[in-house]
């Protein structure tokens, strides 16, 4: 085979190329809370963004009225991610493919204080701003 040759069929099979789209979509009941995946605001519920590594994600949603939601979620990669397939469904499969998943969130509403804890904590930040200024009581 000539260097032409090599070349042509080298930027045909480029061009033949397919490639894995990942997909990642986040509900939350109720919607429009704000999602973060590892600290990255990826946007309000319902969001669906692109990933590019399967994995452990640190998911942080929070939403007005409702308690912050901090947990871990994991997205196990299919079969076809391993090693030899790889090759093929990312480089030398002719079509698309598309790698969905989907998370669903409930949030707790927020709870909130008693009188007698704002006012406990009124009081220590009262003491802590009157220390810091040099005042005592």
């Known amino acids: 085979m000539n260097k032409n ?19 990642l979509t986040i509900n939350t009941n109720p919607s429009g809370a704000q999602v973060l995946l590892n600290d990255e605001d990826v946007g309000v519920s319902p969001v669906t963004t692109s990933f590019k590594w399967y994995g452990d994600y640190n998911v942080t949603i929070r939403k007005a009225g409702c308690e912050t939601l901090n947990t871990h979620q994991k997205l196990k ?12 469904a990312q480089v030398l499969y002719p079509g698309q ?19 007698d804890t704002l006012i406990n904590q009124a009081e220590q930040l009262k003491r802590s701003e009157a220390e810091s200024y040099g005042v005592s009581h």
Do not use: H
């Open 5 to 23: 040759t090599a070349l042509i069929l080298f930027c045909l099979l480029t061009t033949l190329a397919g490639c894995v789209e990942r997909r």
């Open 77 to 88: 990669e299919p079969w076809y991610d391993y090693f030899p397939f790889d090759f093929f």
């Open 97 to 115: 493919i598309v790698d969905s998943y989907q998370w669903s969130f409930d949030l707790k509403p927020a709870a909130e204080p008693s009188r």
